[in-house]
């Protein structure tokens, strides 16, 4: 009779800790033999050694995080004015960059923060969501005091809480909306020079309003594009667009504003000193919202109606629209996901 024979060790190094699973390669005395998959693994190791289908954790450093893994939302506000935009970029200042830096204080982990909406220097955020995977153990409502004390007074966290695996803040989103801010007032206010747009001579809003209303639908929206074409498609559907007047702050909360009908006229009787051009899309284009107030604001300003609006709309040529706006006066006011995905304003 033969002696039993000793199973033989086979070392798995760890390839991958994505969720759900842990992604493990299999190697023998022989060299690279397959991988294995190990659903949910619960074990810190360095090693795993797999005996006869047993699966037995040695002491180790390296640790498997998979149960662990979580998915954090995040709702933020910023004010963009010192940052080079959201994104990372080299020897620049982003917001991207400032909220992984702090996530690496507080957990040690490299992790790439995802946004609904990457926003250009300058440009501010009133409802953010981001989102990130981390194997920290800290609560995901703890996210938001803990990131608070770690980032500057510039960024700051409303909202954290843990959705499902697969949830990405970008592609979620079922639409974005913008607000820009004018400051339709002689004084300069040095208060307001990095919130609003200074434009001192008065603006019709009444036509700016009817004007807008030609950009609702799905369009071509390459003249209100900068450097086109930037995406594979410049064709976006705008759902809601209004211009109104209001008296002040309630111009920076993260609610929306000017949801009347859009086909109601707008009483311009107003001495209220901002002015908001608030749109909603299912995406925007580089520049496009600040183009597009460039545009209203010559029809505010007399120059153009809404029908040469529509002539600009149609022609398709950048040079034919108005300016682009200053970045100071935008804001991404929030993001629309469908019921239950996430923050949502259905």
């Not at 693994?41 to 006869?52: E, K, V, Y």
Request: aromatic share 8%; with cysteine.
């Amino acid at each position: 009779m033969h002696p039993a024979k000793k199973p033989k060790a086979i070392r798995l190094a760890v390839v991958s800790i994505a969720m759900p699973c842990v992604l493990i390669r299999r190697q023998s005395n022989r060299g690279f033999a397959g991988f294995h998959r190990l659903s949910r693994c619960r074990h810190n190791a360095a090693c795993i050694t797999l005996r006869l289908g047993r699966i037995c954790v040695a002491s180790t450093s390296c640790v498997l995080r998979s149960a662990l893994m979580r998915n954090i939302r995040l709702l933020l506000a910023y004010d963009g004015s010192a940052y080079a935009g959201w994104q990372i970029q080299p020897d620049q200042p982003t917001v991207q960059g400032t909220i992984e830096a702090a996530i690496k204080r507080l957990s040690g982990e490299t992790v790439n923060v995802l946004s609904a909406g990457r926003t250009d220097a300058g440009v501010h955020a009133l409802g953010q969501v981001a989102n990130f995977r981390t194997g920290s153990p800290i609560p995901p409502e703890k996210w938001r005091a803990a990131l608070g004390d770690q980032l500057p007074t510039d960024i700051a966290i409303l909202e954290s809480d843990e959705v499902p695996w697969d949830f990405h803040a970008t592609f979620w989103a079922k639409s974005k909306r913008y607000r820009y801010v004018i400051a339709n007032q002689v004084v300069d206010d040095p208060f307001l020079r990095r919130y609003a747009w200074r434009i001192s001579q008065p603006l019709d809003v009444a036509a700016m309003h009817v004007a807008a209303q030609r950009l609702i639908g799905m369009h071509d929206f390459r003249c209100f594009e900068s450097h086109w074409p930037n995406k594979a498609t410049s064709v976006r559907t705008v759902s809601h667009v209004s211009v109104r007047r209001h008296a002040g702050w309630s111009l920076w909360s993260g609610a929306p504003t000017g949801d009347q009908p859009t086909d109601t006229a707008v009483d311009d009787t107003s001495s209220d000193p901002f002015v908001s051009l608030e749109i909603e899309a299912d995406g925007f284009l580089y520049n496009m919202v600040r183009a597009i107030t460039g545009t209203l604001v010559n029809v505010g300003r007399g120059t153009w109606t809404a029908d040469d609006v529509e002539r600009i709309l149609q022609a398709q040529d950048r040079s034919l629209a108005g300016g682009t706006a200053p970045a100071c006066g935008l804001y991404m006011a929030y993001v629309r996901y469908a019921a239950g995905d996430a923050r949502t304003h259905d």
